[in-house]
Every structure is written in structure tokens, then in C-alpha cells.
């Protein structure tokens, strides 16, 4: 086991320089192109986070948050493939074909390769990219697998969920390897559990960095999605936690604080920190049947309410300019991709058009967002809700959210409304309003109110038509949605045992 080394000193010590620099501005010493360290979590919730005032302690990144600019107006897409591509390609998922559900293991789909990620362009811009983690893209074809999709080096697995000390998931109820590097399957690390062994490879990077190129690293956790695992120690923190999903994923996320504090001293050892960007963002909302929580946040993971996608966010680091920050401009995953290539010192041709923006000076300096309007998704497939209000605009049985300045409307079916809390010892909802089953449109000031609870679409009618004409014009840009069904040429047992791809 990895042993935990304070970092909190480092933090507190950056944020006292920081404030005592007159223009805030970074030193003349520092090089042009920054480091950038980009870590994501695994369904992690709203109110999993020291700083939102959970029960789970986070000391890693809340000092991480407090030294830098927290993102609290900062979303994500409720599931997780959708949200991996947005980041990688910083294009909407109705301009990808990901528009439904997730990337499957079995099914043989993948963000297109017709657009450069964001690791292609870091790598054309002079940098050295590394991925360790889950991917969960797309791997029918070699052409689809990390390292030739911009990274130099990759270690992790491919698919969406997996045992965290085994490395495996089942195909017809049979466990299969899924842990591979550039070389191939990795298969002496059972028992090695997966937030030791990723921080401990994402450490590994760090320490051989040649440091006459700068550095992007890509931390994708499993931490802390399904299956509810970890070491006695960290579950052991929380007796006082009755429920027993609960306690355990609050022993996850214990151990997820402990790798990033792992990996940020490695960085500052390496003298690497002070000109690091560091990102930390979750993937999506929390699932509460797992042990997740995004109370007072309306909804869960998966749905289309505040707790399926209002992100936990923030960026710290020498790199940046600003320490101690609360940030309340809008910003989505999908602005990732132009911000760090602008930050690298790159340029987006060759990129098909965005759906990012650069948010480099509101995150840095504290400028307005660039970003008015959020499309939150458009999915044709889904199951229709009611029938459509109107013949002359969006159909709202159609699932759908968009955002644009303090408004945020949804059609169709969004999932369950319910408030959940914290459970102790026994799970229990705060309702919805009742409401008839037919239901297809709401309407909400997120501004005045970000937990949901005034639906204004009978009071603002005019607003709402705006709105469905934004998802119109939205969905008139769309693609068709890619869901291919399962192929059994994906069996692992085809393959040696290991998911790999068939095409």
C-alpha cells in the first residue's frame, strides 16, 4: 500500500505566494506551455466533497480546491461515456452520434476518429501525453485504443465498470481480464486494488517526465463507481456512517483523496507543480444506490436534474493565477478541449466545429464566461414521455435539456425528480411534487433556484417557447445517434481471455 504523504503544506504554502504576488500574475521564469494533470472521478457526487459540507472527508481535495478556483456553476453529462467524449473531442455528444446511453463493451462503437482529441492535439503541440485508467470510448478496432488516439502511453482498462482487485468483467456471467498498457494485457496485478495501482502508475509518469517537453496526464480513477470495494482501513474511518453502501464508498473516496495526495506530492518532488495546471472534475452525478449522494442537488446519476449533472470542479496548481476562488460562471466539460489546447499554446485546426469555448481568462482572471447556453443532451431514443404540447415547435416528449443564461428547460422523460439525502441507515426520498404522469416540460431559474424545486413553465410560457426553439435549432445540427447492438465476436474468450478488440 501506497504510504500517505501530507501535501497539505504545499497547498497552503502556493496559496501565501499567490496572495502575496501584486499582479497575480504568473512568474517571468515560468515556461510558456504549463503542465496540465487532468483527473477525473467516477461518479462522484455533489455531496461527496469535504467543501460541500459532506460527511466524507476529503482533506486532499479540499485544500486542492481552497488553493485554487473552485468551479461551482461547472456541469458534466449524467453517465460517463458521454461525458468522456465531450472532454476528449469538446464537441456535444448530438454532434459525436453518443447521444444514447453509454459505449457498451459489447457493442462495436467508439468516438469517431473523423476529429482529433484532445490528446492529438497536446501531442502536436510538443507535449508528452499519458493516460492511466479508464477509458471507456469505444475499443472494437485497434484504431480506437488510447494510444492511437493522441496518448504515448496508456495503462488502464477499456470498458465501463470492472472488479477493482481482480481488473475483470464478466461476459455471460464469466469474469475477464480488462487491464492492458501499449505492450498488451497486464496479468500479474490481481489483489493490487485499483486506486493504489493507477496512482501508483500515474506516479510513475510523473517521475520518468522528460522534462524538456511539458507533461499532460490524464488520470481517469475507477474510484469511485461500482462495485462498492475497498481495504478495511479506509471503511474503517467511517463506523459512524450506519448505512453500509454508504460507509463503504466514503472508504472510496477516502482512498481516491489519498492517491491524488500521492500524486500531487510526486509532482511537487519532481519540481513539476509550479508550472502544473491540475484539474480535477468528476464524470457524473452520483448513483445513490451505490453510496453516492448529490443532496441538496434534485436527482442522481443518469437523469437530467441538477444531481445527475451539476459537476464537482476546480483547478489548482502553480500554473495558475488565481488561489482561494469560488467561480460562478458557467462552464461545461466540453470547454476543456479548447481551453487546454489554447493554454498549450496550440491551435484548433484540423478540429471539426466546436462546442466548447476557451475559458482560460474566466477560470485564470475571473473574466464573464464565454458561454450563454448548455445543450444538456438531445436523445432521440430514449422512450418518449406524453404526447407533444405543441405542432410547431420541439417535440417535448422527447427527452432533452438545454440551458441558456439563468433558464434551464427539460422535455420528455428526465428520471426520477426525487430529493435524496444522505441515508442513515435507511434510505428515503424527499418526493416530487405530484405531478400527472403525462408530464413533459419543465422550466427553472437554476440561478434563483439550482435544487429545482419552482417549476415556472406555466408562468413563463413565452420563455419556454424560446427554449423549444433552441432545441430545435440545436437538433437540426444533430448527427444520428450510434447505439449498434451487442456483438458476440466481442467474448473475451475469443480473444485470450482478455477484452480486447475483434474488429
Not at 178 to 190: K, M
Not at 477 to 500: E, F, I, K, M
Amino acid at each position: 500500500m501506497m504510504v500517505v504523504r501530507c501535501f497539505t503544506f504545499v497547498i497552503c504554502a502556493i496559496a501565501v505566494a499567490k496572495a502575496s504576488s501584486h499582479s497575480g500574475m504568473k512568474p517571468d521564469t515560468a515556461a510558456s506551455q504549463p503542465n496540465i494533470v487532468f483527473v477525473l472521478a467516477d461518479d462522484y457526487g455533489y455531496n461527496d466533497v469535504g467543501y460541500h459540507g459532506s460527511e466524507i472527508h476529503t482533506p486532499t481535495l479540499d485544500a486542492l480546491a481552497a488553493s485554487g478556483v473552485r468551479l461551482e456553476n461547472y456541469y458534466v453529462q449524467p453517465i460517463c461515456s458521454p461525458t468522456r467524449s465531450q472532454l476528449m473531442s469538446g464537441r456535444y455528444q448530438i454532434h459525436t452520434g453518443l447521444q444514447h446511453g453509454i459505449i457498451w463493451a459489447y457493442q462495436p462503437n467508439a468516438l469517431p476518429n473523423d476529429s482529433p482529441t484532445l490528446a492529438d492535439k497536446l501531442k502536436e503541440s510538443g507535449y508528452a501525453t499519458h493516460m492511466v485508467g479508464k477509458w471507456h470510448l469505444g475499443f472494437y478496432k485497434n484504431e480506437y485504443l488510447p494510444y492511437n488516439r493522441g496518448f504515448d502511453t496508456y495503462y488502464g482498462y477499456l470498458t465501463g465498470s470492472e472488479d477493482y482487485y481482480r481488473h475483470s468483467r464478466a461476459w455471460n456471467n464469466t469474469p475477464y481480464l480488462d487491464l492492458r498498457d501499449n505492450n498488451g494485457p497486464i496479468r500479474n496485478e490481481t489483489g493490487h486494488y485499483s486506486a493504489h495501482l493507477f496512482t501508483q502508475k500515474a506516479i510513475e509518469v510523473v517521475r520518468s517526465h522528460n522534462k524538456t517537453k511539458p507533461l499532460f496526464l490524464y488520470l481517469a480513477y475507477q474510484s469511485v463507481h461500482e462495485p462498492l470495494e475497498v481495504p478495511a482501513q479506509y471503511k474503517n474511518k467511517y463506523k459512524n456512517i450506519i448505512d453500509r453502501n454508504r460507509r463503504v464508498y466514503a472508504g472510496m473516496v477516502s482512498a481516491m483523496d489519498e492517491g491524488i495526495a500521492n500524486l500531487t506530492q510526486a509532482l511537487n518532488d519532481s519540481g513539476l507543480w509550479d508550472n502544473t495546471v491540475f484539474i480535477f472534475s468528476t464524470d457524473n452525478g452520483g448513483q445513490i444506490y451505490q453510496g453516492g449522494n448529490n443532496f441538496p442537488l434534485r436527482g442522481w446519476k443518469a437523469s437530467l436534474w441538477e444531481g445527475g449533472l451539476h459537476g464537482v470542479g476546480f483547478v489548482a496548481g502553480g500554473g495558475l493565477n488565481q488561489s482561494g476562488v469560488v467561480n460562478q460562471e458557467l462552464i461545461h466539460v466540453s470547454d476543456w478541449f479548447p481551453t487546454l489546447v489554447r493554454l498549450a499554446g496550440g491551435n484548433l485546426n484540423g478540429t471539426k466545429p466546436l462546442d466548447g469555448f476557451d475559458q482560460w481568462d474566466t477560470i485564470s482572471n475571473g473574466a464573464p464566461s464565454k458561454r450563454s447556453v448548455l445543450l444538456h443532451n438531445i436523445d432521440i431514443l430514449y422512450a418518449k414521455k406524453g404526447l407533444p404540447l405543441y405542432n410547431n415547435t420541439w417535440d417535448t416528449s422527447v427527452r432533452a435539456a438545454v440551458r441558456s443564461g439563468d433558464y434551464k428547460l427539460i422535455t420528455g422523460d428526465p428520471g426520477n425528480g426525487s430529493w435524496v439525502p444522505p441515508p442513515n441507515g435507511q434510505m428515503y426520498f424527499i418526493p416530487e411534487t405530484i405531478e400527472s404522469s403525462a408530464k413533459n416540460v419543465w422550466l427553472f431559474n437554476i440561478t434563483a433556484d439550482p435544487n429545482e424545486h419552482n417549476d415556472l413553465s406555466d408562468q413563463e410560457p413565452d420563455v419556454v417557447q424560446a427554449m423549444l426553439k433552441l432545441l430545435t435549432a440545436f437538433n437540426d445540427t444533430a448527427v444520428p445517434p450510434r447505439y449498434p447492438p451487442n456483438d458476440p465476436r466481442c467474448n473475451p474468450a475469443l480473444h485470450g481471455g482478455v477484452w480486447s478488440p475483434w474488429e
